[in-house]
């Protein structure tokens, strides 16, 4: 018998792979976060049993507890809003952080990574669905000022790409435009730059499939593996 986790993320595996094929995206350049966020320590020990290694909180408080308690072989992402005075504590918990939503964030993460001695891979969070109840660059400063150039100058950090949160959709096919147009705000900052930005963060339990025809490089899955989160 095989249970409910290993069973969803061998299906959500299975989807992963069927979207990569009808994209014509080669297989394996997805890479599947589980987000455990809420879910105990007992829980994500069962996914990382099936196979499972990299898991996305949004939370430092939860990245605290829950790190040392489990494996030394899983990886951690930070996906939630980082506040300035946390930054020393998440660093040696998290190998990448997606939420990187300002220059003071960004530049404070550079120092304490130089400081302790680590490289992180960050993704930058675009809010692109202009939705104000949403952390993130616009996509304008993105485009236009200096938040790319900034970058350049980073000594401790390598810039993965971009991720975004879209508003929220009734159907997944509604989020399309949305990773779409992070697509293409990738593209267009990398004409102009020269900055690469391979990675691509977006899509949710919802919406994966769509996100990765869309050029998902990482998509953050939760309820569809650990099922609705406990309150
Ligand atoms: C919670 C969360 C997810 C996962 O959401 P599901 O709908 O449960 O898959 C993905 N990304 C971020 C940033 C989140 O906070």
Redesign the pocket.
Known sequence: MINAIAQNLKITRERIVAAEKRAARMPGSVEL?A?S?KWSAEVIAEAAAAGQLAF?E?RVQELVAKVPVLAPDLRWHL??HLQKNKVKKVLPLVGDI??IDSLSVLRAVDREAGKIGVRRRIFLQVNIGEDPAKHGFQAEELAENGVLEACDGLENLDLAGL?T?PPFSETAEGARRYFAALRELRDKVTARTGTALPGL?M????D?EVAIEEGATVV???????GQ?PR
């Open positions: 976060l987000v966020k996305g949004n996906i939630g997606h939420s991720m949160i963060s899509g949710m339990s919802g994966y953050r899955v939760g309820s569809s593996i650990f989160r």
